[in-house]
Nanobody, 124 residues
Framework: QVQLVESGGGLVQPGGSLRLSCAAS????????MGWYRQAPGKQRELVAA???????KYGDSVQGRFTISRDNARNTVDLQMSDLKPEDTAVYYC??????????????????WGQGTQVTVSS
């Protein structure tokens, strides 16, 4: 079982900055890829940023150059530094992790876990 707790969401003015944080806890062998997704009303959930355990990153086209994802493997956390925020960034942001766990007596393998989501609103 892996639990994700997100924090840092809120209301910010256009051009402002916000930092989201996600902490993973529970029983797992390792956390592999980590990332942030977002979903705005009436739209599909989309990738914002992802990062591998070794530090390779991937960003959605709409946030490249403005957002930075980072992780702390010792603390099992992943952060998303958001700068130059725009109204179109308004969405619920979800933390996502791929974690190697063992369920029951099965063989450990990767499972996908999601946080509850944190609201980010960009408005003047």
């Amino acid at each position: 079982q892996v639990q994700l707790v997100e924090s840092g969401g809120g209301l910010v003015q256009p051009g402002g900055s916000l930092r989201l944080s996600c902490a993973a806890s529970g029983r797992f062998f390792s956390i592999n890829d980590m990332g942030w997704y977002r979903q705005a009303p009436g739209k599909q959930r989309e990738l914002v940023a992802a990062i591998t355990r070794s530090g390779s990153t991937k960003y959605g086209d709409s946030v490249q150059g403005r957002f930075t994802i980072s992780r702390d493997n010792a603390r099992n956390t992943v952060d998303l530094q958001m700068s130059d925020l725009k109204p179109e960034d308004t969405a619920v942001y979800y933390c996502n992790v791929d974690s190697t766990v063992r369920r029951g007596v099965g063989i450990p393998r990767g499972y996908d876990y999601w946080g509850q989501g944190t609201q980010v609103t960009v408005s003047s």
